[in-house]
């Protein structure tokens, strides 16, 4: 067998060399690759970092229901869904008949309670001139006393001689006995007048007729009686669109039950739920632009982060995770952030209650707090109405107006807390029922 022949270097010298193309190809790739990562790298370090985004986020306002604060039967139903309403416009409206009837009862209780206690302020004085009268029989039955002693005197010094008989001797006593009894009888008149006048003042002192406690007592079933009539018509607590309208005309309905319900679409929020690892740097006040699927990237809007949740959504759920019963598994919680929507913007491009929502919070200012620390300045103010209050109002008015039936003065204006004169309104204000074409009165 002949021995493998080495190459010499001579034939290695001659051997073709490698496909340059494909190396200057695959260098190439390697290339674009490193600067594609770099270029990733940088994005991310310098402007990806400083987002923190999410599509899991919903518009979130308040649902305000309307339940009759009295039970009645439904008369009229004067707003619908989707119908916009202002505060105070009634909206639903329960038969008054019953309320009406225990208003009057009320009224003319009120009535008699002034009327009783005028009397017990005019007793005042009537008792003191009797005090007067009896302290003047009580004058009068001394200078009897005196008069039928000075006889009784005269006689007993006459009986010794014979001018005086017997018989006119002792008549002389008896009339001696009838005036000092008269006195007796006139002393225990003063005192039981005194006694008489103290009790009665008793019930008026440090008072007047319209701070006596008869009618502040009565003046106050007016005032319960007042409010209930008046809430036999249900007005919108807030500005919003009607909602949810479950009642019906000639329902029978109970105190507390839901019959619709008014979205105040001006002061909607967002919800968006992060992530927990996206918490990190998440603060409040900073800036969020949010897209609202319903009008698409055209329209953006611009948010406020306002606050952080306490907990996230499994913590608060109806059937909390039981994660301590070893049928564990570790999923990625969230945590709602709430973030401020600008005015301007909701009322160019309305939002719905629930509707989806996409958000980007810019991190890069890291400067405010991961939790508030007070209310937000903002809160009050949406959360409070008048509405209630002027029922409260209209009632004192009634109340002003029956005192001064009773006390003579009806003609006189009531006066009001600011010293201007109010008119009192009628115990119940009658509104036409709307009608809109709907069915619905």
């Known amino acids: 067998m002949n021995a493998p022949q080495a190459k010499t270097p001579a034939a290695e010298a001659a051997a073709p060399a ?4 494909r190396r200057k190809a695959l260098s190439a790739i390697a290339l674009i690759v490193v600067i594609a990562g770099a270029g990733w790298g940088a994005y991310e370090y310098l402007v990806a970092s400083h987002y923190e985004s999410t599509d899991n986020a919903y518009v979130q306002g308040n649902v305000i229901q309307i339940t009759p604060q009295v039970g009645g039967t439904v008369m009229a139903i004067m707003a619908d869904d989707t119908d916009f309403v202002k505060a105070g416009q009634p909206l639903v409206r329960l038969d008054p008949a019953d309320a009406r009837v225990a208003l009057a009862q009320a009224e003319a209780n009120l009535a008699q309670s002034v009327r009783q206690a005028r009397t017990l302020y005019a007793n005042n004085g009537s008792l003191a001139a009797q005090i007067t009268l009896r302290q003047a029989d009580v004058a009068k039955a001394k200078a009897d006393i005196a008069r039928a002693n000075d006889d009784l005197n005269r006689r007993m010094a006459l009986s010794g001689n ?13 009339q001696l006995d009838n005036a000092k009894s008269a006195l007796a009888a006139a002393e225990a008149g003063v005192t039981a007048a005194r006694e008489q006048l103290a009790s009665n003042k008793a019930m008026t002192d440090g008072t007047r007729v319209e701070e006596h ?49 008014v979205v105040p679409l001006n002061q909607v929020w967002v919800d968006a739920n992060f992530k927990e690892v996206q918490l990190r740097n998440i603060r409040i006040g900073q800036p969020v632009k949010l897209v609202a699927d319903v009008y698409g990237k055209k329209v953006e809007y611009k948010g406020t982060v306002q606050g952080l949740g306490v907990g996230t959504g499994a913590a608060f759920a109806l059937l909390p995770a039981q994660n301590a019963t070893g049928n564990w598994i570790k999923v990625v919680q969230r ?25 980007e919070i810019d991190v890069s200012r890291k400067d405010g707090k991961m939790l508030a620390d007070a209310p937000r300045a903002d809160a009050a103010a949406l959360s409070q109405t008048e509405v209630y209050q002027r029922l409260d109002e209209g009632a004192e008015a009634e109340v002003k107006r ?29 509104a036409p029922p709307s009608h809109d074409g709907s069915g619905v009165e």
């Open 213 to 261: 406690p008869t009618v502040l007592a009565a003046a106050a079933k007016v005032r319960e009686a007042y409010l209930a009539a008046q809430r036999s018509d249900m007005p919108a607590p807030v500005d919003g669109y009607v909602a949810k309208r479950t009642v019906q005309l000639g329902q029978r309905v109970a105190a507390g039950t839901p019959m619709m319900s």
């Open 402 to 430: 029956v005192i001064a039936a009773n006390l003579g003065r009806a003609d006189r204006a009531l006066a009001s807390p600011s010293g201007k004169s109010v008119t009192a309104p009628p115990a119940l204000a009658k």
């Open 162 to 174: 014979g001018a005086v008989s017997k018989e006119e001797l002792n008549h002389a006593r008896t």
């Open 335 to 359: 945590v709602p952030v709430r973030i401020a929507l600008d005015p301007q913007q909701l009322q160019q491009n309305p939002l719905r209650v629930g509707l989806s929502m996409d958000a």
């Open 18 to 21: 490698g496909n340059p193309r």
